[in-house]
């Protein structure tokens, strides 16, 4: 039985080089693709991922995954490898060819109206093709099976083993704690500095982010920064870790957050160990456990006192006539100033999390079927309300400012505040490892940090679920403590006692 | 039967999406990939050109192929994309996969020799992985088969149904006319002017490209002009199509040449018809025609007296220091200024096709068997002095200059001057349709050309081989005299009798 591992390997070339292939379309059409090519590429990539799919689901590979299974092989990334494609296989052999087709067929449909419908900010001109959307999931989620709880079925596809329940009460404690505590913040928020807004040359802005993501470590032998609308990171192939940020010329922060968010995306791809990389380990399946990467390297290096004060004389090299006369306290408070934001992926670290409540509490009505997608807007103003505190005044700042939903990515968002939970625990954690890192971090020097990350998160790829990682890591399981905990102590630090 | 064409459809739209995507892992490989993602990249396109070649060998297509040819489909197009897929079914199933994928990884090791071969300027460097690669030819070219000249094997794969008998003809013809025209034109050239060496921004340049692919015609919305090392045109899929281009600051006729160049093969890409675009018509198989059309608009438009005219204004808002006073007369004479030189890729266009004639012959001897490659530094020191009257001083300026041989190009080289002669006899043609368009150029106005082209050229694909297509346009064999007629004329009229 020796050979089932041998026998296996060239199916996992295969697998591999699709997905290399298949990533590399979709970073391409998001950054490169003259807007011409759209539907060309889009038949291009439903052909590659159907290829994929195929392989995956194979029967041969369900048969020499039952081998490996009986006789495991003795190498420990080995054995997490079957364990991982076991479950892609299963996954992939319970929805039907058919369901498959139609949902990335309709993909492609419901993004194009929501781009519609956002630009027109009119949700009806959605509607029909969302509906069909939730109705295509919920089929999906029917085949993969679960227990009563649909929502299982789409969580566990972004966030392996994790469950509806779980997520559920680890939001309850959230909401409870952090509402309270964001409106005593935003009570003592001072008015908003001007140097926000200035004008910030979109060329200056990159050239310090192309410096800044290299500061942070990022390799750029093996890897880009690149433009987008959205930004994101994406991992084409060994040696091959591409990131994307967008500029505003009256939001320095917004580039600066971009940059280092998409940043710590970025490292965690550079940090999977090569033996590890051929293999179905080397891919990355916890999405709670990236967005903990970006979230840390955004908020818990980023926006801190010593990041901020390192950054700064930089920045004013740059930007001397819109930063010249400013202090590092100003410069310190201005990027970490909250505000209630209408859209979620401008809002600060502080509101951040109540928009990610309020779009989890939406999908998983509309997946106990207790909500309809008519009644969508709706129940998205009145969410707005009642956790940011303020109402959308049209569907292009309310309930169509995302895609993710147009898109199929229905189970996606609660992984945003997983990642938020995880990024403050870890750092915590990293920090009674360490001791005080401030005077790395005021110098620029993130070898430390980055190293503790290597070694403790970066370099088990997907040996086990993001929880048990996570687990391993903290010693307990995850709570929202180290997050409240954060936001109490900087806040406190800032504007004094929050009442 | 009708339902033959109906089973083939899934396997032509896999054939045509695997060849997108390998066609954009390839563009992306030499414009945007960062060095270090070179290993994995090799590997994925290997996995995808296999899988590629895997379905066009596939049993079931070549017995859909007999049912097709048994009883052909009505549409013109469907019948030439049988006679096409067959050829390629046939070439590929000739060839052994192991003999395929030793030629695909060797591929790879001998570019990496050649690469570090032309750095030390040292062809021992790259000898042995060369011997190896002309030995892999011949038993590709053998496993193809021919009749007793292995060459046509090879030449075929680039110009189908040109043998080499036909090519050995018309190089015959073409050195004894070029080499004594071009001796005289070479004697009456005055000093190289001063401002092609001038200094001219890189950005500035980039700038003036850009503006002048679109006055010729390239749709930006279906394309891309990017930068590489070496200029080409990648077709990506429908609407979708790249051109690069190069810069160096002293030498402005390069990117403008270069980019001219590559237009030309853009607008042929461009200009094929939408229905024949999913099709196996709908790729472009002679590079020779694909050839006739970049040089056409590099030569004949862009050289052109009414076409520099036009430039220059252009020239002279963006370059005023360089070339504010520079006289039409001087701007034309310089652009067409001729030297013998080193270097094919800087030549200019009356010694180009003797750098040719030299790579032919060799490639000829070798595949002949009379000539080893241990002897190829010596034959081509040995030809360019014959050919072009220079010695190289170094391997890095002599054989070492051209990367086809070590990346298995081999019978690619002859269709560049096939290209050449096509352009001037085509052109010559338009002329005669058309009238003088020298009015229309010198506004810049490519309307009524491109037009021409893009109905007697563009929008037959490959529904015949080139030379077909060539004969029914020309309404005659391909022959040297345009091409020869184009340099008396030109350069009778700058420099007087060539004695």
């Known amino acids: 039985m020796g050979g089932a591992w041998e026998r296996l390997l060239p199916r996992l070339t295969e697998i591999r080089d ?4 298949l990533a590399l379309l979709s970073w391409d059409q998001h950054v490169m693709m003259p ?23 194979a029967p041969e590979v369900g048969e020499l995954l039952s081998e490996l299974e009986q006789t495991p ?15 892609d296989h299963e996954r992939a052999i319970k929805v039907p060819e058919d369901l498959v087709r139609a949902i990335a067929e309709h993909q492609s449909r419901c993004f194009q109206s929501w781009t519609e419908a956002r630009a027109a ?3 009806d001109l959605l509607r029909a093709d969302l509906e069909r959307m939730i109705s295509l999931k919920k089929q999906e989620a029917d085949a993969i099976g679960h227990e009563g709880e649909r929502y299982d079925a789409l969580l566990d596809g972004f966030e392996p083993q994790m469950t509806t329940a779980e997520v559920e ?3 309850g404690d959230l909401v409870r704690g952090l509402k309270p505590l964001a409106d005593a913040i935003l009570d003592h928020a001072p008015e908003r500095p001007a140097f926000l807004s200035d004008h910030y040359e979109v060329d200056r802005q990159e050239a310090f982010c192309q410096w800044l993501i290299e500061t942070a470590g990022f390799d750029v032998s093996s890897g880009r920064l690149d433009r987008s609308p959205h930004p994101f990171t994406m991992h084409i192939g060994a040696g091959d870790v591409r990131q994307t940020t967008r500029y505003d010329p009256t939001d320095l922060l917004m580039s600066i957050r971009a940059t280092m968010h998409e940043t710590g995306h970025a490292l965690y791809e550079q940090g999977l160990p090569e033996d590890l990389y051929d293999l179905p380990v080397g891919r990355i399946r916890s999405l709670g456990l990236h967005e903990s990467q970006s979230r840390m390297w955004e908020i818990q290096v980023g926006l801190s006192r010593p990041f901020a004060d390192f950054m700064l004389p930089h920045l004013k090299d740059r930007f001397p006539a819109q930063l010249g006369n400013l202090s590092p306290d100003e410069f310190y408070a201005g990027i970490n100033h909250p505000r209630r934001s209408m859209i979620r992926v401008i809002s600060d670290e502080v509101t951040y999390n109540l928009h990610i409540a309020l ?22 103003g009145d969410g707005m309300e009642r956790h940011v505190g303020i109402r959308p005044e049209s569907d292009a700042q309310g309930v169509l400012q995302d895609m993710h939903w147009a898109i199929g990515g229905l189970g996606y968002f609660p992984t945003y505040t997983l990642g938020t939970l995880y990024a403050a625990a870890f750092y915590a954690r990293a920090l009674e490892d360490l001791g005080d890192v401030s005077h790395d971090l005021r110098r620029g020097d993130v070898g430390r940090l980055l190293e503790w990350l ?4 970066h370099s088990t790829g997907s040996k086990a679920p993001g929880k048990e990682i996570a687990q391993r890591v903290l010693g307990t399981g995850l709570t929202v403590d180290p997050f409240l905990e954060h936001l109490r102590t900087k806040y406190g630090e800032l504007y004094g006692p929050l009442a």
Chains 1, 2 share one sequence.
């Not at 990334?77 to 076991?86: F, N």
């Not at 290597?454 to 998160?457: A, D, E, K, S």
């Open 73 to 87: 092989p003795e190498d420990e990334a080995r054995v997490a490898s079957v364990t991982v494609l076991r479950r």
């Open 121 to 123: 900010s009119d949700f």
């Open 169 to 171: 009460t680890l939001f």
């Open 454 to 457: 290597r070694t403790n998160i």
């Open 35 to 57: 807007a011409r090519g759209a539907p060309a590429r889009a038949r291009t990539m439903a052909t590659i991922e159907s290829l994929l799919h195929e392989r995956v689901a």
């Open 359 to 380: 779009r989890f509490e939406l999908e998983l009505a509309l997946f106990r079927d207790e909500l309809e997608v008519a009644d969508l807007r709706d129940a998205f």
């Open 18 to 21: 699709l997905s290399c292939a």
